[in-house]
């Protein structure tokens, strides 16, 4: 049983020692090849025929990851070549750890996959695409107001951040991104938005207010729910000024969104869409003139 055994091993040693011997040469080889090109490589780099001082920071980490792996890797399978034990070799260590580098740097590189190839495009033919879709993008630039009143207090506001030191983010506006969204979800979405604007209006709540069994709260006007906390506001301004007798100054923002209110344009907006007036509204503008809050203004 045992002189079988040896000749089965016998066996398998001739039929794979050619294999193995014919495989060394490759190695041989391809190593010979490879010592090579890296050594015409590294001449071109020392005669500054490809600039490296510009290049990107997260590549020049992964390629030095790499060639630690490799190294690790040789000196594994030195080892085993050898026929050395690799229980305690600290090299498996370092390959666990590059290898959970290299898996955690693959989505960023995924990521930068544009840009890079971009930037390699760049530096191959020299020039920039003109169809590159991203020379279209939004100028943030244009979306600032070009007021002088807003233009001073911003000046006024970065001098004082540059004298105290404190990071301070660039103001941008935020735009929503939709362009993962369907010719259908828009239209869903624009119908739910008309649908909220004509259930918020001042009609609809006239003709709930009218044929509706709840209670109504009496307030100055049946208007849309930011009219009814500008009135609410109004009413409590009015409370303190009769309890303290005294007058509360109004700030040049409120003076311009008083105006705002009363004006043609804000009047014509409300009424868009939605027909004529309710008759409970109508029945309010009219009740002013006989006194009420107009009167109370006066004194």
């Known amino acids: 049983m045992a002189e079988s055994e040896v000749m089965d091993f016998a066996n398998v040693l001739a039929a794979d020692i050619p294999l193995a011997v014919s495989n060394l040469n490759d190695i041989k080889t391809i190593v010979n090849q490879v010592n090579q090109m890296v050594r015409n490589l590294i001449d071109r780099v020392k005669n500054k025929e490809f ?13 030095q990851l790499l060639l630690k792996y490799l190294m690790d890797l040789n000196c594994l399978l030195l080892k085993k070549v ?24 693959r989505p960023v590189e995924h990521k930068l996959r544009y840009q890079i190839d971009k930037l390699l495009k760049i530096a191959t033919t020299g020039k920039f695409e003109t169809t590159d879709p ?3 993008k ?40 939709d362009g993962d969204e369907t010719a259908e979800q828009r239209s869903t979405k624009f119908a739910d938005k008309v649908r909220r604007h004509a259930l ?5 709540q006239g003709l709930k207010e009218e044929f509706m069994d709840t209670p109504v709260e009496i307030v100055e006007s049946t208007a849309n729910t930011s009219k009814q906390s500008i ?7 009015q409370e303190y000024e009769e309890t303290y007798f005294t007058r509360l100054p109004f700030t040049r923002q ?3 969104s008083n105006r705002q209110q009363y004006s043609a344009k804000s009047l014509a907006s409300e009424l868009a869409g939605m027909g004529t007036l309710p008759e409970t509204k109508r029945k309010s503008q009219g009740g002013k003139k006989k006194g009420g809050f107009k009167k109370r203004r006066k004194n």
Do not use: C, W
């Not at 100028?139 to 540059?162: F, G, Q, T, W």
């Open 51 to 63: 600039p490296t001082a510009q290049g990107m920071s997260f590549l020049d980490v992964k390629n």
């Open 138 to 177: 939004a100028n943030p630039n244009n979306l600032i107001s070009k007021v002088d009143n807003d233009a001073s207090s911003e000046e006024e506001e970065d001098h004082r951040d540059k004298k105290s030191g404190v990071y301070v983010p660039p103001k941008l506006v935020p735009m929503k991104y």
């Open 231 to 237: 009135a609410r506001e109004r009413q409590e301004r």
């Open 134 to 136: 991203l020379q279209f």
């Open 254 to 256: 409120e003076r311009h």
């Open 82 to 105: 050898s026929g050395e034990s690799i229980k305690a070799s600290s090299s498996i260590e370092r390959l666990v750890e590059i290898r959970t580098l290299l898996e955690r740097m």
């Open 200 to 204: 918020s209006s001042s009609a609809l």
